[in-house]
């Protein structure tokens, strides 16, 4: 495997190989740029086939918080973490506090926070060796109602985009994935009226979002095949791709799973079938907003948290306009879009300032 030349290929700064035997902690961070500030990503504990496939899942993840934080207009840049193994029968206090020594010996270059696998629980002993985790019980806490709370404001501008009205009711979206995100996304969604499915490969899961929300419960096998007028992926990435993206019988793809593209220039496909592709790194922005208040000079504001995260509706707007004025996908126009504000800030910031 040619690390180096798979690390240049997504322009990372560093990425830190962890290992503890005692802990059983096998873990991957990775920084793929400060230029706005000090990386901020989640960790990702997942049981990956092979470690390559570990390495290529943290390099995607980590550049996609770049261009993140680079949308929601936060001073951070973009890194993240995944720890491999499962999730439902690995955990400990000693493989997190091992991996919060890691973070700890990074200096604050990386901040780290919880995402696929892990919980506010689990960061609390991440916590007991490092200063640089957000996200705990008692600030932020977990994010997953968040996250979901911009994925239904992203849904509610899709909808106004290609039908002229932002109202979900009536309307039938699909969801993929029925964790933490998912079943909150569904929540917001049948209080506003629409009808909801989900799917999950854990059927505990989808059960208990059938019992509690009385949604629809689906199998996944094929989700993505089911007519819809939203699809929404909130499981793991790579959903997308040049098999699927061909079977899709919806209007709109809108959801909070990360790299749901199976590569770039997939967005392109959906373009070419009339699908409208709110890009991932964007209508998820919701939970890293909610993370970033915590180094608010006031202290966090769940109010304040939920405030910014309405907005996320608008930057999808200004995608949107974008990709119809210059004729390209939307997932190139979420890209002109955080690019835009990565280079203006970079040389904003090249401009010495003396200390004082």
Same mark, same amino acid.
């Given at each position: 495997?040619?690390?180096?030349? #798979? ?15 005692? !802990?059983?902690?096998? !873990? ?15 960790? #990702?504990?997942?049981?990956? $086939?092979?470690? =390559? ?6 390099? #995607? ?19 993240? !973490?995944?720890?491999?193994? +499962? ?34 629980? +689990? ?60 079943? *909150?996304? !569904? ?19 989808? =059960? ?15 989700? *993505?095949?089911?007519?819809? +007028? ?12 040049? $098999? ?58 769940? =109010?304040?948290?939920? $405030? ?22 939307? =997932?190139?126009?979420? +890209?002109?879009?955080?690019?835009? #504000? ?15």
């Amino acid at each position: 495997m040619e690390v180096f030349r #798979r690390v240049e290929g997504y322009g990372h700064e560093q990425v830190v190989f962890c290992r503890n035997d005692e !802990a059983g902690l096998r !873990a991957i961070i990775a920084i793929h740029s400060t230029a706005l500030g000090p990386a901020l990503g989640g960790c #990702r504990m997942w049981p990956y $086939k092979t470690e =390559e496939e570990a390495l290529e899942d943290v390099l #995607r993840l980590s550049r996609g918080m770049t261009y993140k934080n680079a949308a929601m207009g936060l001073n951070f840049g973009g890194g993240k !973490a995944v720890i491999i193994g +499962d999730p439902r029968k690995d955990k400990s206090e000693l493989l997190f506090r091992a991996f919060g020594r890691f973070v700890q010996s990074l200096g604050g270059r990386y901040y780290t926070a919880e995402d696929v696998g892990l919980g506010p629980e +689990d960061l609390e002993f991440v916590a007991q060796e490092t200063d640089y985790v957000l996200g705990l019980s008692e600030t932020s806490g977990d994010p997953s109602p968040v996250t979901a709370w911009g994925v239904f404001h992203g849904i509610q501008a899709s909808l106004e985009e290609v039908f002229g009205d932002p109202s979900p009711k009536g309307r039938h979206v699909v969801i993929q994935g029925a964790g933490h995100v998912g079943y *909150h996304l !569904a929540k917001y969604l049948k209080e506003a009226g629409a009808r909801v499915s989900i799917a999950d490969i854990f059927p505990d899961k989808a =059960e208990k979002a059938q019992k509690d929300l009385g949604v629809e419960v689906l199998p996944p096998e094929d989700i *993505h095949r089911v007519p819809c +007028d939203v699809f929404a992926p909130c499981a793991l990435g790579g959903v997308l791709n040049e $098999k699927t993206i061909p079977e899709l019988n919806c209007k709109i793809v809108a959801g909070s799973a990360n790299n749901q593209l199976g590569k770039t220039g997939d967005g392109e496909l959906l373009r070419q079938r009339g699908i409208l592709y709110a890009p991932d790194f964007v209508i998820n922005g919701g939970g890293v907003i909610n993370v970033a208040e915590e180094m608010h000079p006031e202290g966090y504001s769940r =109010e304040r948290a939920l $405030k910014k995260v309405a907005t996320i509706a608008d930057k999808l707007r200004e995608i949107y306009r974008i990709a119809k004025e210059q004729g390209i996908s939307t =997932e190139k126009a979420a +890209d002109v879009m955080a690019e835009t #504000r990565l280079e203006k800030v970079t040389r904003l910031q090249r401009m010495y300032l003396p200390e004082e």
